[in-house]
C-alpha cells in the first residue's frame, strides 16, 4: 500500500491546502504529520504569543481531521530526524510540504530533502500555498534592490495565473501510528502571553473570515492607514500560521470594487514581502542578532516598549501590541519610524520586539524596520492625518480619554500631570 505524508508547516488548514491535497490524492494511505521544532519552540527568545497561537491552531487542525475520518500525527524533537523517522515507519514513498520564503525553513527544506533521498523517498514541494500566487510567476526581485518597486510587483501579480481553491477531503485513510499528543501551550514554552491573544485556528479563523465577508463595510485597519477601524486585518495571524489561505481570498474576493481591490493588493503586498525575504536573506540575518548594534539607553527603549514615550500616538500603538499581540499596519510604521528616527535606536532592538509579541507576518515586519528611517518621523502630524478625532488613542490611553477631540495628540498642551501620563520622551515639542 503506497503510503505518502503530508508536512504541515504554516498551512495548518483542510481547506485549499495543495499539501493535503497531493498527499491524499498520491498515496492509498497518508499521515498528516506536524513535527514541533525543538530549535524554535525551545529558543531562548520565545514568543508566547506565537506559541500559544499556534497550540490552538494545531488542535483546531485535529478536530478538522478528525472529522474526515484521520487524526493529526504530531512528533517532538530534530524535525529532519523526526521526518526521516515517520517516513521509515511507515515506508513513505512521498512526503508533500508547503515552499516557504523564510531563511530557516529553506536551510531545513534542502537538509530534509537530502535525508529523505536516501531512502529514496520523494519530495515534493508546492508553491502558492503559503502565498496567493506561485512567486515564479512574478519574476524575481535582485538580490540589490534595497527598496523594491512594489508597483511593478503589483501589475505581475494580477497577470499571474490564479488558482481555484481545492476542496476539503471528505475522508482520509491514516495508518495506526504512535503520535505524541497535540500540544498545549504549557508544554511549547513559557513566556509571556498577552490578556487579549485571539484564539488560533482554521475553525476560527474561517468564521471570522466569514464575518468580514458579510459585512458591508470596507475592510480597513491593517488593509488602509485608518487605525480605528480593524476590519479584515485582524485576519493577518490566521494568514501567516495558515489557518485561512490567501489563494482561497483573493478567488472570494470581487476585485471589481474599490474595496475588494485594496483588500486584493494587500495580499498581493504580503506576497510582495515574503518574496523579497528569499532574494534579500541578510535581512532575516541581521534581524536576528548578525553585526554589530549601536549603543542605546535601556531606560529610553523600556518608554518605548511599555507605550510611556508622552507621545500618544506612539503609546496606543505599543499598549495594543502588548495586550493582543497585534497593532495595525500604520501603528507598526509609526512606532517603528519613532524608535529609529526620534529616538536613534538601532532598528533591530524594535525588531527583535517585534517577534516575540506579534502574531503575524515577520517578512512583512521586517521589512516595515528596514524602511523605518525613510518614514514620517512627525509623531502628531501622522496621529492628526490617521486619527483624526483621536480615537484609536483614546481606546488604549485611557487616562487622556477627556481630552476633545484631536487634542488628545498634545496633552502637554493641556498641562496634564506626569503621574497620570508622562512628559515627551524625546525633549521639546512644537507641534
Known sequence: ?????????????????????????????????????????????????????????????????????????????DYVDAVDRVAAQVHADSVHIAEDTAWYSRCRLRALRERLERRSCLLHIHPATLTAVDPADCGPHRPD???????????????????????????????????????????????????????????????????CLADPRPPRGRFSGDLTGE????????????????????????????????????LARRDFHLQFLVARADIARSAEGHGERQAHD???????RDGRTGYPIVDAGMRQLAAQGWMPERAR????????????????VGAEHFRRWLLDDAASDRFTWQQAGRLDPRAVGTAERYDPEGNYVRRWIPELASLPGAEIHR???HMVPTSIYPAPIAGSVST
Open 1 to 77: 500500500m503506497a503510503v505518502t505524508i503530508a508536512l504541515f508547516t504554516r498551512d495548518l488548514r483542510v481547506h485549499d491546502n495543495p499539501v493535503l491535497s497531493a498527499a491524499v490524492r498520491e498515496g492509498a494511505a497518508m499521515i498528516p504529520l506536524y513535527v514541533v521544532d525543538d530549535r524554535l519552540v525551545g529558543s531562548a527568545r520565545p514568543a508566547g504569543n506565537k506559541l500559544r497561537f499556534l497550540s490552538a491552531a494545531l488542535a483546531e487542525l485535529d478536530a478538522e481531521l478528525r472529522c474526515a475520518g484521520g487524526q493529526l500525527v504530531v512528533r517532538h524533537g
Open 145 to 211: 534592490d534595497e527598496v523594491p518597486d512594489f508597483a511593478t510587483y503589483f501589475r505581475r501579480w494580477l497577470s499571474a495565473p490564479k488558482r481555484r481553491p481545492l476542496d476539503q477531503p471528505t475522508e482520509l485513510v491514516v495508518p495506526r501510528i504512535d503520535s505524541d499528543p497535540v500540544p498545549r501551550f504549557d508544554e511549547l514554552g513559557e513566556a509571556a502571553i498577552s490578556p487579549q491573544l485571539a484564539v488560533g485556528g482554521e475553525i476560527t479563523g474561517r468564521a471570522l473570515w466569514r464575518g
Open 231 to 266: 476590519g479584515c486585518c485582524r485576519l493577518s495571524p490566521y494568514l501567516h500560521f495558515g489557518c485561512l489561505s490567501a489563494a482561497e481570498m483573493v478567488y472570494h474576493t470581487d476585485m471589481a470594487t474599490t474595496d475588494g481591490r485594496a483588500f486584493v493588493r494587500q
Open 298 to 304: 535601556p531606560v529610553v527603549v523600556g518608554a518605548w
Open 333 to 348: 510604521m509609526i512606532a517603528a519610524s519613532f524608535l529609529t528616527a526620534t529616538l536613534h535606536v538601532d532598528w533591530r
Open 411 to 413: 496633552p502637554w498642551r
